[in-house]
Nanobody
Framework: RVQLVESGGGSVQAGGSLRLSCIVSGYTYTGGCLAWFRQLPGKEREGVASLDFGTGSTAYTDSVKGRFAISQDSAGNTAYLQMSSLNPEDTAVYYC????????????????WGQGTQVTVSS
């Protein structure tokens, strides 16, 4: 079965950068999607970025366009979220998620999730 393990979270000052990693194991499909979400306590999970494994196309929520970049390594085992120009509004628990079909930046479409990694941006 597919398993996702995130890492790379931490604390950073505003304007700084972090790179999150999501190790994907057990994935045997051709195509599908890897997405990053974030969540604050008491808030809904927000889609941040997605990567279509089949086409390589990416999508981002408006608030992170130009600052975040989603990618994967050549072996397809690890996905990354490079985050730059971070601001306090980016503080959240970040999750990677996987589905075997097309990408959507909506949490309800995903049934495989990592455990999450905390990102804290101080002003």
């Amino acid at each position: 079965r597919v398993q996702l393990v995130e890492s790379g979270g931490g604390s950073v000052q505003a304007g700084g950068s972090l790179r999150l990693s999501c190790i994907v194991s057990g994935y045997t499909y051709t195509g599908g999607c890897l997405a990053w979400f974030r969540q604050l306590p008491g808030k809904e999970r927000e889609g941040v970025a997605s990567l279509d494994f089949g086409t390589g196309s990416t999508a981002y929520t408006d608030s992170v366009k130009g600052r975040f970049a989603i990618s994967q390594d050549s072996a397809g085992n690890t996905a990354y979220l490079q985050m730059s120009s971070l601001n306090p509004e980016d503080t959240a628990v970040y999750y990677c998620a996987n589905r075997a079909r097309a990408c959507y930046l909506a949490a309800d479409w995903y049934n495989i999730w990592g455990q999450g990694t905390q990102v804290t941006v101080s002003s």
